[in-house]
């Protein structure tokens, strides 16, 4: 009559060894890490970010053990990088001194430096390509006239209306000791440092959602915003040791970065600026820097008195839902048992009903 | 045996910084303490709390029992026994009176705990005014203020509409006369028992980042009205295994027409009161 409960300890040995069964069933070729992180590189990137630790070859290998589950890759990540030991904190990089690999501006037509188009899905057609099916067993390109740009200073576009006051200026308000949501539990109301972090860490898919319902009528000002400039390219970190007390740079990682300009606020007796919203991300995540902008510029509605009506305000709402390690953890854990409190509704429906049913007779 | 880990997975900082915060959370019962909640490499709502507060406690001489639901030997409490031995390579327990660390999901053992003893329960949602109000900022305000309105109208409320307070497990406790506190989602049936427990009681909400405590010899009370006191769940049936009436039962459903038996939630009490009835 147990059986219900007993055997835990064996199904797990079991359920696991299925799991790596399914990873070799059918014998094919082991896939190596250097693969993934090739061609599989938005992959990469994406499990970089979210799990919070620039290493693509260890992303590369969450992929390869999640089976490509990526917020399984992602969750692996996190519990690694949880415990490494936190040696430095950079110092905020710059990324006008950006090895830029693909640079936009929606706003304008032309930008000194020029528009980089760079690597970009944007204008291939999704047409699904069969040779892919039977590729050459060893990859190899042509080699294009890629025109390597020789510039090395980026100023950012949106800094031109800077010059005209046109565009709010961001309060440089950054203490030596900004938010770190790995080792500060959530505060309200929120810094902008700390929603930043959540927002570059949180999941792609509840992030873009949230975006698209603002654009779509669901957001504070209800309207479309520009796109002053998309970067994407790599920086140099560096950190500044108190023993030392000068900088030193420890590497580079891949960035991308999004500035959003946003409809003006003003009044009678302060001039109408634009506002703005930034995004940025490890790795090529244009697509996520972009959203965060929206969501960052969103956030910032209660700092401009702006009235609170949708979710994407509600720092709350987004701060608290948009980690998928939380909330994939949190909402399959409805499949643990859960017999004991069920007993306990199940006791009540029928003494509730009984008492109803026994009322009644009488 | 080398683990590749620190000794309990978390590094001595971090250990450190929760047990700060458990101090904090035992100097003031019932009140959620905020806390740096690490990730852990089970997921979130599968005991990250309980299992911070456990690595942060235990020592090499502990003796840790692991339940879900009240037994041993379910998957999750396997689970988490087998990585507590991966990372510390302490001794395991099925039996409550042997154990020095007890964590918990959902039950607390049918044995009384005693004073060397201390119990970790996992908590899903350490607010219990949470579904009453959605945001942290009020709520945090609502408990500075003593301000339970709100819980006792949602309870009003209940008895109104079904006759009685339909809350059967997580049901909400005053502690030490002060902070209306979330037992965990713990039958009602168990609430009695965190009144003056001997043990310490830690509770740990991983997802939520907040531990909070209560000390040995507290006075825990569930809530209620003169009118409509407070009562726990009971059965016409005992338990089929071991004959016991005293204890929380599960029912099981044993064949295809639906027939049902009840057994005990708690593996370790039944095991026990059938080596003492033979």
Redesign the interface.
């Known amino acids: 009559m147990y059986v219900a409960v007993k055997g835990g300890e064996k199904a797990i040995k079991s359920s696991l060894k299925l799991l790596e069964k399914k990873r070799k069933e059918t014998g094919t070729k082991s896939i190596e890490i250097n693969q993934i992180k090739e061609q599989l590189s938005f992959a990469v990137d994406r499990v970089i970010n979210e799990g919070s630790l620039y290493d693509k070859d260890l992303s590369a290998l969450a992929i390869k053990q999640s089976q490509g589950d990526l917020v399984e890759a992602i969750f692996l990540l996190r519990a690694y990088r949880t415990t490494l030991e936190r040696y430095a904190y950079s110092t905020a990089i710059d990324t006008s001194k950006i090895i830029i690999k693909r640079r936009i501006s929606a706003s304008f037509k032309d930008i000194p430096g020029g528009q980089i188009l760079g690597p970009t899905f944007d204008y291939s057609h999704r047409l699904l390509d069969f040779s892919l099916m039977r590729e050459d067993e060893i990859n190899s390109y042509e080699n294009i006239n890629n025109q390597e740009p020789k510039n090395k200073e980026f100023p950012s576009v949106i800094d031109y209306l800077n010059n005209e006051n046109l565009l709010e200026q961001e309060i440089n308000n950054l203490n030596d000791n900004p938010f770190d949501v790995t080792r500060d539990p959530m505060k309200f109301p929120a810094s902008r440092d700390q929603w930043m972090q959540i927002l570059a860490r949180g999941d792609e898919g509840f992030l873009l959602g949230l975006s698209y319902s603002a654009i779509r009528g669901f957001g504070s000002k209800g309207t479309h915003p520009f796109v002053g400039e998309i970067k994407y390219g790599i920086v140099d970190i560096f950190i500044s040791p108190d023993e030392l007390g000068f900088e030193i740079c420890i590497g580079e990682i891949e960035i991308s970065e999004c500035q959003m300009i946003d409809q003006f606020e003003g009044n009678k007796n302060t001039p109408p600026q634009f506002t703005r919203g930034y995004g940025l991300t490890f790795g090529y995540n244009e697509r996520k820097s972009m959203a965060i902008s929206i969501v960052d510029r969103a956030l910032k509605s209660e700092g401009y008195g702006e009235e609170i009506k949708f979710p994407i305000q509600d720092q709350e709402f987004v701060l608290y839902h948009a980690d998928n390690v939380e909330a994939q953890g949190f909402v399959t854990h409805l499949k643990l048992p859960h017999y004991v409190d069920f007993q306990g509704e199940l006791n009540l429906i029928r003494k509730l009903r009984n008492e109803i049913l026994q009322g009644k007779k009488l | 045996m080398k683990t590749g ?2 000794f309990a ?1 978390l ?1 001595e900082a971090t250990k450190r910084m929760i047990r700060r915060k458990i101090l904090k959370a035992i100097c003031i019962p019932g009140y959620q303490c ?8 089970l ?4 005991g ?1 709390g309980g299992i911070q507060v456990t690595a942060s406690i235990i020592g090499k001489q502990d003796i840790l029992k692991v339940i ?4 041993d ?7 988490i026994k ?1 990585f507590f031995k991966r990372v510390c390579n302490i001794m395991i327990t099925d039996r409550t009176a042997e154990a020095s660390l007890i964590q918990t ?3 607390i053992p049918e044995t009384t705990l005693n004073k060397d003893q201390i119990i970790v329960y996992q908590v ?1 949602q350490p607010e219990p005014l949470r579904k009453l109000e ?4 009020e709520t945090r305000k609502l408990h500075a203020y003593k301000e339970y309105a709100l819980m006792h109208v949602k309870l009003y409320e209940e008895i109104s509409q ?3 307070v ?1 809350k ?3 049901y909400p406790v005053e502690t030490n006369n002060r902070y209306i506190t979330d037992p965990t ?5 168990d609430n009695p028992k965190m009144n003056n427990m001997e043990a310490l009681q830690l509770f740990g909400a991983g ?1 939520e ?2 531990i909070y405590a209560i000390p040995p010899y507290t006075k825990v009370k569930s809530l209620d009205f003169d009118d409509h006191p407070f009562e726990i ?1 009971t ?1 016409d049936e005992c338990c ?2 071991c004959g016991s009436t005293k204890s ?5 459903i ?1 064949n295809n027409e639906g027939k049902k ?1 009840f ?1 005990c ?1 708690d ?1 370790d009490f039944c095991k026990s009161n059938l080596e003492k009835n033979k």
Do not use: C
Not at chain 2, 134 to 137: A, D, I, S, T
């Open positions: 880990f620190n997975y590094d905020p806390f740096g909640g690490r990730e852990m490499p997921a979130y709502g599968w990250t879900d639901q009240g037994a030997d379910t998957t999750n409490a396997v689970s087998n999901r959902h039950r899903p959605p945001k942290e900022k079904f006759g009685s339909i059967t497990w997580a989602p713990i039958p009602k049936f997802r980042k907040r769940q059965w089929s295994i929380y039962l599960d029912e099981i044993i038996n057994i939630s593996t």
